[in-house]
C-alpha cells in the first residue's frame, strides 16, 4: 500500500484540527497492541495531529475504554483490540451480529 503524506497532511489542515491532543490508549502488557499505539502515534504524529500515548494494561484498558469523559478530563481517543477466533465463529454470540453492541450503545447513552 502507497501512503499518501502529502495528502494526509493536507487533509488534516482542511479538517481545521485545532492541535487539541489525540489519546490513544497504550495497552502495555500485551506487545502486540503496545505496538500498535507506539506505531500509531508515530503515523498521526506524521501527518500534524499532537499525540498522546496514555499507557494502561489490559484490565485497566477494559474498564478506562467504558468511560464517556472527554480524553482531557480521563476519557480517550483511539484503542486497538482484537478478537480470537472463537468469539467470531458462533454468529449466536458474535458482538456484532447479536446485536451486542447496539444494546450496550443503548444503555451507554441513558443518564
Given amino acids: 500500500m502507497k501512503h499518501d503524506l502529502v495528502t494526509a497532511r493536507q487533509l488534516v489542515r482542511e479538517s481545521r484540527y485545532d492541535g487539541y491532543p489525540v489519546v490513544v490508549l497504550q495497552i502495555t502488557d ?48 483511539l484503542l486497538h483490540t482484537w478478537w480470537l477466533a472463537p468469539d467470531l465463529a458462533n454468529p449466536a454470540v458474535h458482538l456484532a451480529l447479536s446485536g451486542t ?3 450496550l450503545a443503548r444503555l451507554a447513552q441513558r443518564p
Fill in 30 to 77: 500485551k506487545p502486540f497492541l503496545n505496538a500498535a499505539a507506539v506505531v500509531t502515534r508515530y503515523r498521526l504524529e506524521s501527518i500534524g495531529f499532537k499525540v498522546i500515548l496514555r499507557q494502561v494494561d489490559w484490565s485497566t484498558s477494559l474498564i478506562v475504554r467504558a468511560r464517556m469523559e472527554p480524553p482531557d478530563k480521563g476519557g480517550w481517543n
Fill in 101 to 103: 453492541f447496539q444494546r
